[in-house]
């Protein structure tokens, strides 16, 4: 196991969650590809923690919990204003909810 | 030799089923499937940073992604779906182009990492290290990360009452 390794999983999750972003037109189903780019994101914080620093240096699993925390608080708000959308609009399709659309 | 061996066997095997429960999460067309295959990918990312050696990370993953974040994915699609069919749509044009997009986005990052010489062939010293518990709650109670952690734990206020403002019912006949 390299450095290496990590890398290349954590850059194929990325580049799944562009895809999940760019294709899905279900706001729920956004979120899920922006939970795997935020995990991709943390993976490669602690590989390179684990790999590039130090041994007892773990500045970078921190900031992965940090990231952990950030991606807990955003689906919440996320959730949230879904639900709300889905109470005005009756839908949660994102190109269905063009109010302020010129 | 023969740990070794094993332990690499179990890496990929846990390599593989992130990705392919990512790729499932992003193709499949039931939202319902898409979120269980979500808890398969992020329990398998707890099992990369088990290999990692990041203790605390790994829990911290499972408790607050599969506990928190994925049961609130699972609320999300309970509300909103009905009882419509949870089938997502996607348009072919749109999947062309996504597909063309992500390929080229991957692309570009494995020739970064392919063609990074200060990353390359740094192997696991197998040194075991010490529970890293420890020394993430001096780090983050008396250590430099004080302040970052106060700042995150006003966010998370702020996150949780403006998620409850924001999804509540408005209340007729209020002034």
């Given at each position: 196991m390299t450095l290496q390794h990590y890398l290349v999983i954590s850059s194929i999750l990325f580049s799944l969650g562009i895809f999940a972003v760019l294709t899905r037109r279900n706001a729920i189903s956004i979120l899920m590809g922006i939970e795997l780019i935020l995990n991709s994101c943390n993976l490669n914080f602690a590989a390179f923690s684990r790999?590039?620093?130090?041994?007892?240096?773990?500045n970078g699993q921190i900031i992965s919990i940090f990231g952990i925390v950030l991606a807990a608080a955003e689906a919440a708000v996320f959730l949230a204003i879904i639900l709300s959308i889905y109470r005005e609009f009756?839908?949660?399709q994102p190109d269905r909810t063009d109010t302020l659309k010129g | 030799m023969e740990f070794v061996a094993i332990k690499s066997l179990v890496f990929y095997a846990f390599a593989l089923f992130t990705i392919a429960s990512a790729i499932l999460v992003v193709t499949v067309r039931n939202i319902v499937h898409a979120a269980f295959s979500l808890m398969i990918m992020l329990f398998g990312v707890a099992g990369l940073y088990v290999f990692l050696q990041a203790d605390f990370l790994a829990a911290t993953q499972v408790i607050v992604y599969v506990g928190g974040v994925l049961v609130l994915i699972l609320f999300g699609v309970m509300m909103t779906s009905?009882?419509?069919?949870?089938r997502i749509q996607i348009e072919r044009g749109q999947f062309v182009l996504g597909g063309l997009v992500a390929a080229l986005i991957l692309l570009l990052l494995l020739s970064v990492i392919s063609n990074t010489p200060q990353w390359k062939?740094?192997?696991?010293?197998g040194v075991i290290l010490e529970p890293t518990t420890h020394h993430i709650g001096e780090m983050i109670m008396k250590g430099e990360f004080l302040l970052p952690f106060e700042v995150i734990s006003i966010l998370l206020l702020v996150a949780l009452i403006g998620a409850a403002m924001v999804s509540r019912q408005e209340v007729r006949g209020e002034e």
């Open positions: 790999f590039v620093t130090p041994p007892d240096d773990i009756g839908t949660i | 009905g009882r419509l069919d949870m062939g740094i192997e696991d010293d």
